[in-house]
């Protein structure tokens, strides 16, 4: 039985004159594993930051089930108002879930006690990654984990991913990374969420066959328009006649 933490219901966003999103919809379960797909500038990153409660939307309503706790890994890293990646990790962290983020840092080999403005795009990172499992939240929201991780971090983080109990939401480009990971495909399209039951394996045929069909149906549509405009010239004509 499927139990839902979190639901999006009819949300709407612009940005200017653009328009994001229209009423788009979504549930997600209980230990759903969820890749999210879209082009860029499509509103991936947004989406997250509206599940997570961080971005604000013009209309339409979120829903989280009450004590269900959120971890959002955003590409924006803030850094600047800590020290050492060692602070940063452990900010705000409660004692119970020290010896969690402990543990990924020695997973991901991160050497904690660097500065801040010496560490590398993989070291800020892997420092990101232990800083958000380290909350052992019910749903983890990952926008682009892989990125600057080594061979070994990749293996690492696919390796707790397929084992644990949380639900998530993967942004990512490492597309054998999405196959191996998601259960479940939400695509955004054109400002609608779309969404296919199975994981990004079946992804781009799924696309292919929705794209084929919105052009057959956009054939009838003119050509049933072509003819409704013949049928009013030439009704018109036989009346005056």
Known sequence: MKYPIVTLSEICLTYGSKLLFFNGNLIINKSERICLIGRNG???????NIINGSADFDSGSRF???EISIALMSQDLKLSDFSSLKEYIFSGLPESKIYKAEKVIKSLSINY???????????????????TLAKDSDLLLLDE????LDIMGIKWLEN?????KQ??????????FLKNLSRKTLWLDRGSFKTLAT????????????????MIESKKLAQKIKQ????AVEGISARRK
């Open 228 to 231: 409704e405009a013949h049928w």
């Open 199 to 214: 994981g990004f394996k079946e992804f781009e045929d799924w696309r292919d066959q929705t794209y084929e069909q919105e």
């Open 145 to 148: 984990p892989t990125n600057h």
């Open 160 to 164: 707790y991913l397929q084992n644990t």
């Open 42 to 48: 499509s509103g991936k990153s947004t989406l997250l």
């Open 64 to 66: 989280v089930k009450p």
């Open 113 to 131: 006690d660097l500065k801040v403005e010496k560490a590398s795009g993989g070291e800020l990172k892997r420092a990101s990654l232990a800083r």
């Open 167 to 176: 639900a998530y939401i993967l942004i990512s480009h490492d597309r054998q």
